[in-house]
């Protein structure tokens, strides 16, 4: 059994609601203070010897053991929710190493650890988080940074770590980064003068040259993300669990004649099909044992959350409607409660 106290050449983090130590620095993510008992440790370490296994299938589970390879990237082992061991391979990019160590691998160990990962973006809107789903190019994090441009922190990009308490669920928020394609990047630069976006002081330099309005400095590209870059969000980052207050589904959907948005509320078993449509990662949770939790948890929290499913026209850009009417929406239900 290793020693649980913090070691000496390990860097102290906070993430998804926990205390890391890691022999791994990870820059994107929060410093915490040092000499507290950490929650989870992640450690360089051979495991070489998983290889011909993990050629097949590029994942083995063993109990509460989950290795995962990323070929070319590095082998990983997540056991029991405490520990993450990090074999990278010879000439590895660094930053796609962490960009699946904080993505992959975390997501495991939230579920080994039992909390539930929505995959999805988060914002603080009234005291509450809402999250924002839908698959990949419906806009999510395209949204949530709309969001952060019209003075709304934002809690999570990518996994939203979810803890369902018998009162509420809370939202575990996870580190100040968000990945944006260079599309995005260049519409929300276009929302500027939008009554709901504040202004920004600083010109943000992407690494290829292209100069795009945002913060300040220039913007790390993400290796194996096709025109994906990492953006600081640590002066608009919300760092204190909260709870849940709902969760809006968006679709993008072909047709030029929907108008800029259309919503359409979603009922307990609705909510309970968003949940579960997506979860980070949910291939996985049946071969770890986990289906009657997941299940569980996904219709404990679709019970406890409102729910809405936003259409959007794929072929416009709408964020800046779809902040409107989400303020609208949540605004609505609050005078809806205090009415009661």
């Not at 929505?118 to 990949?136: D, L, R, T």
């Not at 913060?215 to 204190?240: I, M, S």
């Not at 499913?309 to 416009?316: E, G, I, P, Q, V």
Request: charged share 20%; proline share 4%.
């Amino acid at each position: 059994m290793h020693n649980r106290s913090v070691s000496v050449g390990r860097g102290q983090y906070t993430a998804f609601g926990l205390r890391i130590a890691s022999e791994l620095k990870l820059p994107e993510l929060v410093l915490s203070a040092s000499g507290a008992a950490e929650d989870v440790i992640i450690r360089q370490a051979d495991l070489t010897a998983w290889s011909d296994q993990l050629e097949q299938t590029n994942y083995v589970i063993q109990g509460e053991c989950f290795m995962l390879q990323i070929p070319g990237t590095a082998i990983f082992a997540i056991r029991e929710g405490r520990e993450i061991e990090v074999c990278p391979y010879p000439g590895a990019d660094m930053n796609t190493v962490r960009l699946f160590l904080l993505g992959s691998c975390m997501g495991v160990l939230l579920m080994q650890r039992r909390i539930f990962p929505i995959h999805g973006s988060a914002v603080v809107i009234g005291g509450k988080a809402y999250a924002f789903v839908g698959e990949s190019g419906a806009g999510k994090s395209t949204l949530a940074a709309a969001f952060r441009q019209a003075g709304y922190p934002m809690v999570s990009d990518d996994v939203i770590a979810v803890k369902a308490t018998a009162s509420e669920p809370i939202v575990y928020p996870a580190y100040p980064q968000q990945k944006l394609g260079l599309d995005s990047l260049l519409q929300l630069e276009s929302l500027q003068g939008n009554k709901h976006v504040r202004s920004q002081k600083h010109r943000l330099v992407l690494t290829s040259g292209h100069p795009v309005l945002s913060q300040h400095g220039e913007l790390l590209k993400l290796t194996g993300e096709w025109n994906k870059y990492a953006v600081p969000t640590v002066d608009e980052f919300y760092n204190e669990p909260l709870s849940l207050g709902g969760v809006f589904e968006l679709v993008a959907e072909p047709s030029s004649q929907l108008p800029a948005v259309t919503e359409q509320p979603l009922n307990v078993l609705g909510c309970l099909h968003t949940l579960l449509l997506h979860t980070y990662r949910r291939g996985t949770i049946s071969r770890m044992g986990l289906g009657e939790w997941y299940f569980g948890t996904a219709a404990r929290m679709a019970r406890k959350v409102e729910g809405w499913r936003l259409l959007r026209s794929s072929s416009a850009f709408t964020a800046s409607e779809i902040v409107q009417r989400v303020l609208e929406l949540i605004h609505k239900e609050e005078n809806s409660y205090g009415s009661h």
